[in-house]
């Protein structure tokens, strides 16, 4: 079970992602509703995997996602960035941070749960498409 | 002497038209909500907005503010289907509403966004609910695009406002 800090200024995709998260079998540990909050939170809850949403307001998640790397351990630290913008260059931008995926939305329990089994391999499914390193530069391309 | 010459880029209809067709397809297979017809794009003086209206921006090579605004009837349907299975029982009615209101609309301008002049990313603003019915009047620089897609839970509509040489004199677009 993996301890997971959501981030998201929408309150609708907090709880859809808190719903989708329970039902895979894990734990919401907190939530935050910006990419501040989401640097703070990160620091005291040090969460298994963090969901940050890329456009929000005060600070959004690529920036929350550079302050997070800079002061944490790269390895230890997991994030799926979600987003609607599909352009490359933003979701590219955001692995080269350091961001483990990223899920485009509408989201779905099978995107979050294919994003996760890539992240975590003990937690991959039968049924998850998950897509290696040289498919999503296939895909972004 | 030298002329400065002002190189005017037209491009509303590669940048809208996507957005268009994305309203359809995510309402029609995300939401299983047909929709049965799509006006002509217009150029209206002035834009009397939705009680229900989100507006985006984007920035980047491409400045423009993007309006979704939503029938009630529509939107309640949309709020029913989105929000399916979720916990949201201590959440005030109104809050759930505006907050689908911004997802989708969110979502689909997100998705569909593209740059036509030169492939830079375009970046768009956190969703902002306008709350109540506004009109929008031109100024004698900018232009309105207008266009509304018909469900039989009542309409969305589409605007875009932004500085004229963005547009094109015509778009003659009808077929999504």
Redesign the interface.
């Known amino acids: 079970m993996l301890k997971v800090l959501i981030v998201d200024d929408s309150l609708v995709i907090r709880a859809k992602m808190k719903g989708f998260l329970t039902k895979l079998g894990h734990s919401v540990i907190g939530e935050a509703k910006d990419g501040k909050e989401a640097v703070t939170m990160n620091e005291k809850l040090q969460p298994d995997l963090i969901t940050m949403d890329i456009s929000m307001p005060v600070m959004n998640g690529v920036d929350a996602l550079k302050q997070i790397v800079e002061t944490c351990n790269i390895n230890h630290t997991n994030i799926i960035m979600i987003t609607a913008n599909g352009q490359d260059g933003i979701v590219k931008d955001a692995l080269k941070i350091g961001a483990k995926g990223y899920i485009l939305k509408p989201i779905s329990e099978e995107k979050l749960q294919d994003s996760i089994g890539k992240i975590f391999p003990q937690y991959y499914s039968e049924e998850c498409d998950v897509l290696d390193e040289n498919e999503l530069d296939d895909m972004l391309s | 002497m030298n002329e400065e010459v002002k190189v005017v880029h037209a491009y509303t209809k590669d940048l809208l038209v996507p957005i268009i067709r994305r309203v359809k397809t995510?309402l029609e297979e995300?939401m299983k909500i047909d929709v049965f017809n799509c006006s002509e794009i217009v150029y209206p003086k002035n834009i009397h907005l939705k009680r229900n209206t989100i507006m985006i921006g984007t920035s980047g090579s491409i400045k423009l503010i993007i309006t979704l605004g939503y029938d009630d009837l529509l939107l309640n349907k949309l709020v029913e289907i989105?929000?399916h299975?979720?916990?949201?029982e201590d959440?005030d009615t109104n809050?759930?509403k505006n907050?689908?209101a911004?997802?989708i609309s969110?979502?689909?301008?997100?998705?569909a966004?593209?740059?036509p002049i030169d492939n830079?990313?375009?970046?768009?603003?956190?969703p902002v609910l306008v709350s109540e019915a506004k009109t929008l009047y031109k100024d004698k620089d900018s232009k309105f695009v207008y266009v509304s897609l018909v469900t039989k839970y009542g309409e969305i509509q589409l605007t875009a406002v932004g500085p004229k040489e963005q547009f094109e004199d015509e778009l003659e677009f009808k077929d999504i």
Not at chain 2, 106 to 111: A, H, L, Q, R, Y
Not at chain 2, 120 to 126: A, G, H, K, L, V
Request: with cysteine; proline share 3%.
């Open positions: 995510y995300e989105f929000t299975g979720d916990n949201i959440i809050e759930v907050s689908v911004c997802e969110n979502t689909i301008i997100g998705n966004i593209n740059n830079s990313d375009i970046y768009i603003t956190p």
